[in-house]
């Protein structure tokens, strides 16, 4: 099985980033931790701050890979083209967010995304990207 994930806007910072919110560990330290509790799935993993980028990379792997796992950050509410390129695409993907976005600022409410995913997972710290794994066996 091969898998992306994909993070969106400010995720290369986490660890740093309003750990109250997104905790201390680093995104690539918690890749480990996935990659050796399932070792028998190919992760490739790629991070954009640039929303064209997101795009392309859902074009590039949308046909070829078992699952896609995407936390777009604030593109969820504002990108009408990360939506329209999952609805474009045949590869599964599981739209992820770390903290409960619904406890957040009302914008964080709408997703541009979510009614062109297989499903959602929210709020469950890192453990959302490996609920979204276990989503894929």
Known sequence: ??????NGPNLNLLGKRE???YGSLTFEDYLEQLKTSFNTITFDYYQSNIEGEIINKLHEVGFSYDGII???GAYTH?????????KGITTPVIEVHISNTFSRES???QSYISPNVKGII???GMESYKLAVQSFL
Do not use: Q
């Not at 099985?1 to 994909?6: G, R």
């Not at 504002?78 to 999952?86: H, Q």
């Open 1 to 6: 099985m091969k898998l992306l994930i994909l």
């Open 107 to 109: 914008f964080r409410h």
């Open 122 to 124: 929210i709020g469950f």
């Open 78 to 86: 504002t990108s009408i083209g990360i939506g329209d390129a999952i």
């Open 70 to 72: 995407l936390n777009a």
């Open 19 to 21: 750990p109250e919110i």
